[in-house]
């Protein structure tokens, strides 16, 4: 489905980011840190994809020889209506330098302890996963998903679903 000869950047060095757009696309993306413009936890639906188109068009910006620019972020949301329960979910943003596209990978339940942690300040999910995996870095492993499903999902799988949707309205012809 992907041509061998498209050039994907992609703004961060996360390496569960990384192996997510090789498993999707069979790709290996030119991987370049650049800021998100959003807080360390989104805490939001509309912070956390704001934060990946800004990645991803922060990142085609930094390297324009590329075709794409793709923006990964990770963050929370709280639904008041329907369930009153936080949730992690983790976006892409597909930019081309004139069509964005989002696609957003599996609403997952997070124990509202964490959720109501994280709404204080002063930390980060990683943090917390870190410490009851005991692990350092688990946003660049398995993740949060890893750790809550004794890792039948894992964060690149959750990012690969989200890398996928974004890109297929770029490849099929039926979008055009
Ligand atoms: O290196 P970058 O690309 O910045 O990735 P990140 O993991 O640090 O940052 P994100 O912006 O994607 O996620 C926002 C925060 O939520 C954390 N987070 C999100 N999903 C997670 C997961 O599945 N496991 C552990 N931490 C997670 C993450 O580590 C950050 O602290």
Known sequence: MFD???RI???TNNQ???AAVVAATGLEPICHAVPSGVSDQPLTEDETILGAITRAKN???AEPAADFGLGLE??????S???MQWYLFSVCAAWDGNQLYIGKGLYFPIPNSIGEKLEQGGNELRHIVDELS???GSNHKEGAYGLFTDGRI???DVFRDAVLAALTPFQSKLYT
């Open 4 to 6: 061998k000869t498209i």
């Open 9 to 11: 950047a992609l703004g």
């Open 16 to 18: 569960a980011k990384r």
């Open 59 to 61: 990142v085609l910006a």
């Open 74 to 79: 990770g963050g929370l949301t709280y639904d």
């Open 81 to 83: 209506t329907h369930t």
């Open 134 to 136: 005991s692990t350092v």
């Open 154 to 156: 894992t964060r690149s």
